[in-house]
């Protein structure tokens, strides 16, 4: 089954322990990207990447790292985490070719809700 | 900053009825998307509607965009209950990949 996954779905965790949330898609797409929705904020776009080894920030991707050494995997990295990012956690993927293509339908997994103490 | 910003936050209506959401956004794109998200789960892609495009059907859904006043409708006709949910719409830059995601609409479906 196409589908993005994301692991731990739900996470609760103290200021400034380091955490991963991982990422995976096996649809082969070539665009990712990680969003955070918060209430009446909407969500926002914290990186994204176009391929293995490219990524980019999007518009809140302070107190965040991610990598891409892999097509399918495209893990969200907090260093030390702080209780303004307490938050629901998106990942998603997209098929698009190209350099400068621009994303088109995107795959979202199912969430990551997490809170920092 | 948000890019895309939707109107109204909420509309409740009767079921049958038709439902109509705004999307306005503030610089030139390469397309328009709306999605669907059913309480604290992912999104679902409802549909996409290009920057050369005025118009797009897909069901009971119809998308309008007007790049001159950088906004786009979303109509979805004869409601039904299963359509209670909020709704997105996101826009793709034209020379770079960001996505900005609107605020959303939340929408409720009356029996």
């Known amino acids: 089954e196409a589908q993005v996954t994301q692991n731990p779905r739900y996470l609760i965790t103290v200021t400034g322990k380091k955490l991963t949330v991982t990422c995976s898609q096996n649809m082969n797409h070539e665009y990712m990207s990680w969003y955070r929705q918060d209430p009446g904020l909407g969500l926002r776009q914290i990186y994204y990447?176009?391929?293995?080894?490219?990524?980019d920030k999007g518009d809140v991707p302070e107190g965040y790292k991610v990598s891409r050494k892999e097509k399918r995997n495209f893990p969200l990295i907090l260093e030390s985490p702080s209780p303004n990012q307490t938050s629901l956690y998106f990942c998603?993927?997209?098929?698009?070719?190209?350099?400068?293509?621009?994303?088109?339908?995107?795959?979202f997994g199912p969430g990551t809700r997490l809170t920092v103490l | 900053s948000q890019q895309g910003e939707e109107d109204p936050q909420a509309l409740s209506i009767q079921e049958g009825e038709n439902a109509t959401m705004n999307c306005s956004y503030k610089?030139?794109?390469?397309?328009l998307q709306w999605y669907r998200q059913n309480s604290g789960r992912g999104l679902v892609h409802l549909i996409l509607i290009r920057s050369n495009e005025r118009e797009k059907h897909s069901g009971r859904l119809r998308v309008t965009l007007d790049t001159s006043k950088k906004s786009s409708s979303l109509l979805i006709t004869a409601s039904r209950a299963a359509d209670t949910a909020s709704y997105f719409c996101a826009t793709a830059y034209s020379s770079a990949s960001k996505i900005i995601f609107g605020s959303g609409t939340r929408l409720s479906i009356r029996p």
């Open positions: 610089t030139s794109i390469n397309n």
């Open positions: 998603a993927s997209s098929p698009h070719l190209g350099q400068s293509a621009n994303a088109d339908t995107q795959y």
């Open positions: 990447s176009m391929n293995v080894e490219v990524t």
